[in-house]
């Protein structure tokens, strides 16, 4: 006679799945469900006794309640080349209505009042995708911030040292800024020097049709004027890098 059909509801259905790596124990759960108005007994079992503990492995689920079934792996070496033929069944019955023994009631139970439900068993690994990987806006940021620790490197000690975040970001943003002004001060000086030399050559060419005297005097008097555009430049070069100077030992 063939056996009822099972009344427990169970979740997963078909398959246990463990995932690894399997060093340690991992632990897939099986909620059983009583949807009826009579009381169940249930008894997990498996072909695998020595590498699985079940708890709890048997009870009673009372009408209209569930239980959750811990199903517990214990670590071993893993192939991923052999396929798990590891297999559990669900054994349950309707509990007799004056049960006490319940060892003996799964001894005198009839085979056409048991009822089961096997599930087959499945080992995962993680996929190399389902690892925690940084994401494309960490790596950006891991970047710059590389960058500025490698512009700090360059500071004295003491000082980098006794910047905070906000400081250090200041400094940093004035130092560009005069960055900025030197390479636009030593553009102006190389306009500065090429309009010198093109005067000295409009001199030079007005003192040979002129007298010896105004020739010397006119060579003199632009030679002194490259002089001191060249100090002007010179000083104010000097004093910006003064000012970096100052900011980056305070």
């Known amino acids: 006679m063939a ?16 995932r690894g790596p399997f060093t340690d124990v991992v632990t897939a759960n099986l909620k059983l469900t009583n949807p ?42 893993y192939d991923p080349n052999e396929k798990s033929k590891h297999k559990f069944m669900v054994l349950s019955m309707l509990a007799p209505y004056d049960m006490t023994d319940m060892e003996g009631v799964w001894k005198e139970a009839k085979p056409e009042e048991l009822m089961d439900s096997k599930l087959r068993c499945a080992f995962e690994m993680p996929l190399e995708n389902d690892k925690a990987h940084e994401p494309e ?36 943003e004035e130092y560009k800024r005069l960055q900025a002004d030197v390479q636009r001060l030593r553009e102006e000086n190389k306009q500065i020097r090429e309009n010198d030399g093109l005067r000295k050559r409009k001199l030079a060419a007005a003192a040979a049709d002129s007298s010896p005297s105004s020739s010397v005097m006119a060579s003199l008097a632009t030679r002194d004027e490259g002089l001191s555009t060249r100090v002007v430049a010179l000083c104010v070069l000097f004093f910006v890098i003064g000012v970096i100077i100052g900011k980056l030992a305070l």
């Open 36 to 77: 009826t108005d009579r009381n169940v007994c249930f008894k997990v079992k498996t072909t695998a006794p020595r590498r699985y503990c079940v708890r709890p492995n048997s009870g009673i689920i009372d009408a209209g309640t569930s239980i959750n079934v811990s199903v517990m792996l214990q670590p071993f070496d």
């Open 137 to 172: 806006s960490y790596h950006t940021v891991h970047s710059s911030t590389s960058s500025v620790k490698t512009e700090y490197a360059s500071l004295p000690v003491a000082s980098s040292a006794s910047l905070d975040d906000g400081e250090g970001k200041k400094i940093m």
């Open 3 to 18: 056996r009822p059909e099972q009344v427990l509801v169970l979740e997963p259905q078909h398959e246990l799945k463990f």
